[in-house]
DNA sequence: TCCTTATGTAGACGGCGTCCACATTTGCGG
DNA sequence: CCGCAAATGTGGACGCCGTCTACATAAGGA
């Protein structure tokens, strides 16, 4: 029975649910310090657990950063279904449905600039697009923030705010430019912008994009 | 005097210069790897040398992957240039300016695509913009790939294809967009794209820029 | 009740980054 | 030309990591 600095002994010589404790300490390493950070033997100190306990849950350390990367995923979505939550009611229904494209990326950015651990942990090593619509990905609603995109462009196509033609593979493009800002701002030479100018940089991208979709 | 597998044994005590020969290890080792393949004892082995040379050289691994950094992004803008060199002379200057700017956009991506190791590692823990326009991260023309992508804006709105008042800051939102594509194609759930399938994406994502440009 | 199975522990191995002490050169001031 | 300080490379050690094998303990069904 390893002591414990955390002072979560444990007295049963079973955890309980180890696996959801270690994903559990896995998010939170992943959020202070992004993928590199969620380290096995860290996890199962912060767990009050031998080290090789963590195998009897994941055959390797990939897999417990694969599954702290679905839940972070999760939490993306989360986030971005919030801020569409949070959206007044508008009754000008292409008004509406342009909004919530924006808010769409503006929650996006959001989370990767209040996130960046979790957010680079998300697209680690990431699954191809079918797994990536795994519920565990999936925010509050079901969706996935892929499947919250393309719904919020078919929104734009059913409103003539973007030509049907352009819709086939759009939210590929449009995930590409929001996605780029987001990892200029969080570790390329974007970072260490002021809030403002940060989302002044949102503000217009999301512009031009609307742009050249119309 | 330590063996070495790599064939390549010393009779001299002294290496000569191992700080050039610890880069260019790197940059093989980044080029198969990216940034965390970058590791010290591995790039000191084949450099037929002890693990603490390297410590002569470099503070720390960061700074060695950070060296290599530079150098990839000059390979990067290289490409780049080279695209653009390759491109034939048109008579008609606006047609030749959007031609040019497409280029400096398929020569990141294919960049990426081609070297993905390489372009990972250069925009790994990157410096902020005044770092970046470094010499090292240059091509032979002198130019970084953010300044080349500054002169094909110019040319647009020159040519009248982008409204001047758009100019300010633009770099940022084309670079944007094209490096998240990149990213999405290399690391993302756009990997493993058929190279026709990646080359109409560049094609439309580009495209999209154009219109959000004008 | 007993035995299979799930779960956790103990100890070891090799690889890594990094530190300290020591060895060998180089090159400069006299 | 000499001698000595600075530059450069070596050797060994430490603590951390991921992972393997062997063993211990608990839970639950026959």
Same mark, same amino acid.
């Given at each position: 029975m390893p002591e414990q600095a955390n002072g979560?002994? =444990? &007295?049963?010589? =079973?955890? /309980?649910?180890l696996r959801h404790a270690l994903l559990e300490v896995g998010i939170e390493l992943a959020r202070a /310090?992004?993928? &590199?950070? @969620?380290?096995l033997r860290e996890a199962t100190r912060r767990a009050s @657990? +031998?080290?090789? +306990? +963590?195998y009897r849950h994941f055959p390797r350390r990939e897999a417990l950063v694969h599954a702290v990367s679905l839940a972070a995923m999760g939490q993306l979505a989360r986030a971005m279904e919030e801020g569409l939550a949070a959206l007044p009611a508008l009754s000008d229904r292409a008004e509406a449905a342009r909004t919530r494209f924006r808010a769409v990326g503006t929650g996006y950015l959001r989370f990767a600039r209040t996130e960046p651990g979790l957010f680079r942990t998300a697209f680690y090593v990431p699954d191809d697009m079918t797994e990536a619509e +795994?519920?565990?990905?999936?925010g509050a609603g079901g969706l996935t923030p892929f499947q919250l995109l393309g719904a919020a462009l078919d929104d734009l196509v059913s409103c003539e705010l973007m030509t049907p033609a352009r819709r086939p593979g759009a939210e590929f493009l449009v995930w590409s430019c929001v996605h780029g800002l987001a990892v200029l701002l969080i &570790? *390329?030479? $974007? =970072? *260490? $912008?002021?809030d403002t100018q940060a989302d002044q940089a949102a503000h217009d991208l999301i512009d031009m994009i609307e742009g050249g979709l119309r």
């Amino acid at each position: 029975m390893p002591e414990q600095a955390n002072g979560a002994k =444990r &007295d049963t010589y =079973r955890h /309980g649910n180890l696996r959801h404790a270690l994903l559990e300490v896995g998010i939170e390493l992943a959020r202070a /310090g992004g993928p &590199d950070a @969620v380290v096995l033997r860290e996890a199962t100190r912060r767990a009050s @657990v +031998a080290p090789n +306990a +963590a195998y009897r849950h994941f055959p390797r350390r990939e897999a417990l950063v694969h599954a702290v990367s679905l839940a972070a995923m999760g939490q993306l979505a989360r986030a971005m279904e919030e801020g569409l939550a949070a959206l007044p009611a508008l009754s000008d229904r292409a008004e509406a449905a342009r909004t919530r494209f924006r808010a769409v990326g503006t929650g996006y950015l959001r989370f990767a600039r209040t996130e960046p651990g979790l957010f680079r942990t998300a697209f680690y090593v990431p699954d191809d697009m079918t797994e990536a619509e +795994a519920t565990v990905s999936a925010g509050a609603g079901g969706l996935t923030p892929f499947q919250l995109l393309g719904a919020a462009l078919d929104d734009l196509v059913s409103c003539e705010l973007m030509t049907p033609a352009r819709r086939p593979g759009a939210e590929f493009l449009v995930w590409s430019c929001v996605h780029g800002l987001a990892v200029l701002l969080i &570790d *390329g030479p $974007l =970072r *260490g $912008l002021q809030d403002t100018q940060a989302d002044q940089a949102a503000h217009d991208l999301i512009d031009m994009i609307e742009g050249g979709l119309r």
